[in-house]
């Protein structure tokens, strides 16, 4: 990234006025973690050609990345409104939302990633997770079902829908489940369980005591 960041110093140095040089050097300050000459050349990107969707994403993404969600939210959506198929501003945008609270704003820039990007499987598992926090269990099954047909098993993956399988009384599959997550994610995940109240119609059961002891 070092020779990119002088490749573009160079090519700046024969026209200072190329908005793209500045977006190709701030990307490779950022994966350098320069995050403050990057905002630099993103701003510099911008005042040169306010219509390139690219400088607001990248800039959001480093605001983000920051915990600045406030800016990043402003970035994505100045993105979006230069370029409305923008997926990758679309789904800055739907973290943005979830971590300020705007679950339903959230939900819709998700869906809105999946229609531009339909195999996207962070759109699907974070959708599933603010269905699931608000109790839509249908719904966050069927995107966590989407993502178990997309990434290989996963712990954190399988005992989500352990806890939604239980709430719908559906106690085989529940067990199913949580025996995958158990075996993918160990003794963190057996303590979890143990006191989790999703779980409670389980505990009356044998296989859930040996479950979760293993």
């Not at 573009?8 to 190709?24: M, P, Q, R, V």
């Not at 990633?113 to 339909?118: F, G, N, Q, S, T």
């Not at 399988?158 to 939604?164: D, H, I, K, R, W």
């Not at 995958?180 to 369980?193: D, N, V, W």
Request: proline residues 3%; glycine residues 4%; contains cysteine.
């Amino acid at each position: 990234f070092q020779q990119a960041i002088d490749d573009y110093s160079e090519a700046l140095k024969i026209n200072a006025n190329e908005s793209k040089a500045f977006i190709g050097r701030a990307l490779a300050h950022y994966h350098l973690g320069h995050a403050d000459d990057a905002l630099s050349d993103y701003a510099e990107a911008i005042r040169l050609n306010p219509r390139d969707a690219r400088a607001s994403v990248g800039r959001g993404l480093i605001y983000f990345s920051q915990a600045d969600f406030q800016r990043a939210w402003v970035n994505f959506d100045q993105a979006l409104r230069i370029n409305p198929d923008d997926a990758q501003a679309y789904l800055g945008r739907a973290d943005s939302n979830a971590k300020l609270g705007k679950a339903d704003d959230a939900i819709l820039d998700y869906t809105a990633v999946l229609r531009l990007m339909p195999d996207d499987v962070n759109a699907y598992y974070n959708r599933a997770l603010l269905h699931h926090e608000r109790g839509d269990i249908d719904t966050a099954l069927a995107d966590y079902e989407q993502v178990s047909q997309r990434i290989p098993p996963d712990a954190a993956l399988s005992y989500n829908m352990a806890c939604l399988l239980t709430q719908k009384n559906q106690l085989e599959a529940a067990f199913a489940q949580l025996e995958q997550a158990l075996t993918l994610g160990g003794e963190s995940i057996a303590a979890t369980a143990a006191t989790d109240p999703d779980f409670a119609p389980l505990r009356g059961d044998a296989r859930f005591a040996e479950l979760v002891r293993e």
